[in-house]
């Protein structure tokens, strides 16, 4: 995995269950499936990537031990005050796009774009149908959701609004692909054998 991305999934997991634990002592279990409800699961955890941060965190000093095992053998945690100031500290402070993990779809394009042989607008059109089944899918799950269930449905409205920018973007991709394509020569390293579908076709 990618150390930057993998740095940025988990400060969200690390910062994540410090929150939860700001609700009471928990065990990685109740931790997981909370965390799972409040996201919908559209991030899903396994009891081991949990237990792996509550032991990073026990050891930076924000949670401790709460008790003793239980008769599964499992260990509550809870905050300490140093784990309460983090999580303050989290939700005081934006979060930084620097710090975001890396955009494949934009790595993707920009490559596509200077290798040769690359059909640019059938990348932009496969990832546009691609794109836009995810939003209708988010779309219906909204139609769904809990009116009450409030953390889910921000969660979604967050991944419909990224669909929708996506797509814009994609559309003003294919356009500049396309003004590109009929200002160079055949045979360079924008190939545009595919017909524009969207916004690049009218113009």
Not at 8 to 34: D, K, N
Request: glycine share 6%; aromatic share 6%.
């Amino acid at each position: 995995m990618d150390t930057e991305y993998a740095y940025s999934v988990s400060m969200s997991i690390r910062h994540g269950l410090l929150a939860l634990l700001e609700r009471g002592p928990s065990h990685g279990y109740q931790l997981r499936a909370e965390f799972d409800a409040a996201t919908g699961a559209t991030w899903p955890l396994n009891v081991g990537q949990v237990y792996t941060t509550l032991a990073r965190l026990e050891r930076d000093g924000l949670v401790a031990q709460d008790g003793v095992p239980d008769t599964e053998g499992r260990i509550a945690y809870r905050l300490t005050d140093q784990g309460r100031d983090e999580v303050r500290a989290w939700f005081g402070s934006p979060v930084n796009q620097k710090a975001a993990p890396r955009d494949e779809l934009a790595i993707k394009l920009a490559l596509a774009v200077t290798t040769p042989g690359v059909d640019v607008l059938s990348v932009v059109q496969t990832q546009r149908t691609s794109t836009m089944t995810a939003m209708q899918e988010f779309t219906r799950l909204k139609v769904r959701a809990a009116e009450d269930d409030l953390a889910w449905s921000l969660v979604l409205d967050s991944m419909v609004f990224r669909a929708e920018a996506e797509i814009r973007w994609l559309d003003h991709c294919e356009a500049r692909v396309a003004r590109a394509a009929a200002r160079r020569p055949q045979n360079t390293a924008v190939e545009t054998s595919s017909a524009p579908t969207g916004p690049a076709a009218r113009r």
